[in-house]
């Protein structure tokens, strides 16, 4: 008979080269599924019943590599963990000097810069939607739609309540519901006018074992809510800085471009997240970095990680052991914009075949690979792919264009990792 391990894994999680304690690491079992996130002395802890005597920890951090190890799960573990940075910082010459700018000050900068950096008109984005779902280790299967999207003005500074009355009671896409679905939240919202129409779409086959296909809700709309110079939301909102504490790292290169770098992650607090759809948040949820161009103050790019260690009351079941989202913008004739939104995922999902759990994990990306902002067009209600809590690309039927694919792919097709 199998044998239940009581267990305990302490974690101490720090900088490999300022050995610096990292708050708000996220640390889950691969097998186990059992997650947590690291407190402001960078250390956490796991407590878990297992049949398992083995099983791989995980250790993620936004700017850092993602680490694993093997644990034995009969004993109690005491980990020590360095998280090595990601990218390469610079090395700046100091000629004259120059107060340098505190945090708030360069995000304050940014924020003001905004309506001169992004476009103040609306403008068409043509490009490549993607998502894959890895059940364990094994990739099992990829949709794929190429996509015309009317995108409006930076900045929006209200959420309209239309938008997520849509989202919520719009039932046209219901009759595609099969089963479970790997649900997005939390979940943000674009303007009205912000809408999308497909040109090409294609689905893989599913290569589970375990009979698992589970489609995942949203579409482009729900990662380009999450352009959050555009809706000026949560840690980019100047109404809940003071929920978040925003510490100024070495400067880096990203994209060619010479940045400041500002990390920021949650105050301590033990209030419960509230989540309202309709307003913007006012709890800090996240933790990251934003990446701010030198000379002009804009945004080249921003990662963030949702956290687990909050209460978030009735929605704490469907919060994620990972949810990482990376934004990235281009400059285009003087002006910026979305060059890529991705949104990465992972969840406990149960297998009805053998009455088990199994991690699951979800990738969706949207790539710009065209912007047109002199003859601007809108998309017809009847051609919209409207974003809803029931929309989903793989139920969506459509006949697969061949040709369409094969002469797309040899010019426009973004690699696969």
């Known amino acids: 008979?199998?044998?239940?391990?009581?267990?305990?894994?302490?974690?101490?999680?720090?900088?490999?080269?300022?050995?610096?304690?990292?708050?708000?690491?996220?640390?889950?079992?691969?097998?186990?599924?059992?997650?947590?996130?690291?407190?402001?002395?960078?250390?956490?802890?796991?407590?878990?019943?297992?049949?398992?005597?083995?099983?791989?920890?995980?250790?993620?951090?936004?700017?850092?590599?993602?680490?694993?190890?093997?644990?034995?799960?009969?004993?109690?573990?005491?980990?020590?963990?360095?998280?090595?940075?990601?990218?390469?910082?610079?090395?700046?010459?100091?000629?004259?000097?120059?107060?340098?700018?505190?945090?708030?000050?360069?995000?304050?900068?940014?924020?003001?810069?905004?309506?001169?950096?992004?476009?103040?008109?609306?403008?068409?984005?043509?490009?490549?939607?993607?998502?894959?779902?890895?059940?364990?280790?094994?990739?099992?299967?990829?949709?794929?739609?190429?996509?015309?999207?009317?995108?409006?003005?930076?900045?929006?500074?209200?959420?309209?309540?239309?938008?997520?009355?849509?989202?919520?009671?719009?039932?046209?896409?219901?009759?595609?519901?099969?089963?479970?679905?790997?649900?997005?939240?939390?979940?943000?919202?674009?303007?009205?006018?912000d809408k999308v129409r497909i040109i090409e779409s294609r689905s893989s086959e599913s290569s589970s074992l375990n009979n698992l296909d589970m489609p995942m809700t949203g579409n482009p709309l729900s990662l380009t809510a999450k352009d959050y110079v555009k809706y000026r939301y949560d840690f980019f909102n100047p109404n809940t800085f003071k929920n978040y504490i925003y510490t100024k790292k070495e400067s880096e290169l990203v994209n060619n471009k010479h940045c400041y770098v500002i990390q920021f992650h949650p105050k301590p607090s033990s209030k419960r997240v509230i989540f309202n759809h309709i307003f913007k948040n006012k709890n800090g949820i996240y933790t990251g970095r934003i990446y701010i161009e030198k000379s002009s103050f804009a945004i080249v790019k921003m990662d963030y990680q949702l956290l687990q260690s909050f209460d978030y009351g009735f929605y704490q079941p469907r919060i994620p052991l990972d949810y990482r989202v990376s934004v990235e913008y281009k400059e285009f004739e003087y002006k910026w914009y979305l060059n890529k939104i991705s949104l990465q995922q992972t969840r406990k999902v149960y297998i009805q075949k053998n009455k088990s759990t199994s991690l699951a994990t979800t990738s969706q990306e949207l790539f710009i690979t065209l912007i047109n902002k002199d003859s601007v067009h809108q998309i017809s209600d009847n051609k919209e792919w409207k974003h809803t809590r029931l929309t989903t690309l793989r139920n969506r039927e459509a006949s697969y264009n061949s040709k369409f694919w094969s002469n797309y792919e040899k010019a426009n097709y973004p690699i696969l990792s």
């Open 1 to 193: 008979s199998c044998v239940s391990f009581s267990q305990q894994i302490s974690i101490t999680i720090t900088d490999s080269l300022t050995k610096e304690y990292l708050p708000f690491a996220t640390v889950y079992l691969k097998n186990t599924g059992i997650g947590t996130t690291s407190n402001f002395n960078g250390k956490a802890e796991l407590k878990f019943k297992t049949k398992k005597k083995k099983d791989t920890l995980i250790c993620s951090y936004v700017g850092y590599q993602t680490k694993e190890f093997f644990v034995d799960l009969t004993k109690p573990t005491n980990l020590n963990i360095r998280l090595s940075p990601s990218s390469t910082n610079l090395s700046e010459f100091v000629v004259t000097y120059k107060k340098p700018l505190t945090s708030k000050q360069i995000l304050k900068k940014s924020i003001k810069n905004t309506t001169k950096n992004y476009s103040n008109i609306p403008v068409n984005l043509k490009g490549i939607y993607r998502e894959t779902f890895k059940e364990g280790d094994n990739y099992i299967y990829l949709n794929e739609a190429v996509v015309d999207i009317h995108y409006t003005k930076y900045i929006q500074n209200r959420i309209d309540r239309k938008t997520y009355q849509k989202w919520q009671y719009d039932d046209e896409y219901a009759f595609e519901y099969k089963g479970t679905w790997f649900d997005g939240f939390p979940n943000q919202f674009n303007t009205r006018d």
